[in-house]
């Protein structure tokens, strides 16, 4: 079994940034893959970026230029920086961890990020 624990989640203006953290702790082997996803109320969850233990990433065309995502896989741990944010990009954050030789999707409980002014 492998706990995710996503932190760093706040209110803040519009154009403010806020760093989220997802670390992974249980039986892990290596992290082969990393992923934030979001849901705001109403709508459903939707995939922000991803990165791979290659270092390869993707984002949503919403958040590419303003967001960057960053891993540290030895540690187990990844990070979201969330620049110049908007009140649509106002959601819960997930992060979703996957382990080499598990086939099973580790979720965290999410972490609230509301942008308004």
């Known amino acids: 079994q492998v706990q995710v624990v996503e932190s760093g989640g706040g209110l803040v203006q519009p154009g403010g940034s806020l760093r989220l953290s997802c670390a992974a702790s249980?039986?892990?082997?290596?992290?082969?893959?990393m992923g934030w996803y979001r849901q705001a109320p109403g709508l459903q969850r939707e995939q922000v970026a991803t990165?791979?233990?290659?270092?390869?990433?993707n984002y949503a065309d919403s958040v590419r230029g303003r967001f960057t995502i960053s891993r540290d896989f030895p540690k187990n741990t990844g990070f979201l920086q969330l620049n110049g944010l908007k009140p649509e990009d106002t959601a819960v954050y997930y992060c979703?961890?996957?382990?080499?030789?598990?086939?099973?999707?580790?979720w965290g409980q999410g972490t609230q990020v509301t942008v308004s002014s």
């Open positions: 249980g039986s892990i082997s290596t992290i082969y893959y």
């Open positions: 990165v791979t233990r290659f270092g390869i990433t």
């Open positions: 979703n961890v996957r382990v080499l030789g598990d086939t099973n999707d580790y």
